[in-house]
Nanobody, 127 residues
Framework: QVQLVESGGGLVQAGGSLRLSCTASGRTLSSYAMGWFRRAPGKERDIVAA????????YYADSVKGRFTISRDNAKNTVYLQMNSLKPEDTAVYYC????????????????????WGQGTQVTVSS
């Protein structure tokens, strides 16, 4: 069974950058569609970005488009979320997720599309 561990969260000023990492153990991520979600205080867990297993198909929420980039390094068994031009409204717990069942070469945006989740990493953006 694959396990996911996120890292890279922290406190940053508005306009700053962070890179989140999601590293897998137990299985290779190379054949899995991946996603990054976030839960802001008092809100539901929402999709931020998604990536097909091939890496050729990506999705970004409108709120992060142009600022965030999802990518994967199969050699390191890691998926990244590069976050630039951070805003206070990006403050949330960020989770990575893997879809270990069959995946077409497509991205997946629904919570139910993923079956393995990391524990989350806190990102706080100060104004």
């Amino acid at each position: 069974q694959v396990q996911l561990v996120e890292s890279g969260g922290g406190l940053v000023q508005a306009g700053g950058s962070l890179r989140l990492s999601c590293t897998a153990s137990g299985r290779t991520l190379s054949s899995y569609a991946m996603g990054w979600f976030r839960r802001a205080p008092g809100k539901e867990r929402d999709i931020v970005a998604a990536l097909s297993w091939s890496g050729g198909n990506t999705y970004y929420a409108d709120s992060v488009k142009g600022r965030f980039t999802i990518s994967r390094d199969n050699a390191k068994n890691t998926v990244y979320l590069q976050m630039n031009s951070l805003k206070p409204e990006d403050t949330a717990v960020y989770y990575c997720a893997a879809r270990t069942s069959y995946s077409a070469s497509a991205h997946y945006t629904g919570l139910g599309s993923y079956d393995v989740w990391g524990q989350g990493t806190q990102v706080t953006v100060s104004s």
